[in-house]
């Protein structure tokens, strides 16, 4: 009974060609790189907000989640 209630949930496997950010096209490998750059610290989030703020997100449109 529990079964049905709550279904498994399966992991995600994450590896680096994974996109983390369908407008921008952002990967974890990215991301990572960006922090080897900027001495630990990634600045693509900061992007991602400029752009958003600019009113540069699809994210409707290119995630496939839709959001």
């Known amino acids: 009974m ?3 209630l709550f279904p498994p949930v399966k992991a995600e496997v994450f590896n680096d060609s994974n996109t983390v950010c ?3 096209g952002y990967t974890k490998q990215a991301i990572e790189q960006d922090c ?3 001495g630990g ?3 693509i989030l900061e992007r991602i907000v400029r752009e958003k703020q ?3 997100c699809h ?3 290119t995630n496939p989640k839709g959001r």
């Open 2 to 4: 529990r079964n049905q």
């Open 22 to 24: 369908f407008c921008f």
């Open 36 to 38: 080897r750059v900027h």
């Open 41 to 43: 610290r990634s600045t």
């Open 54 to 56: 600019k009113g540069g």
């Open 59 to 61: 994210c409707a449109q």
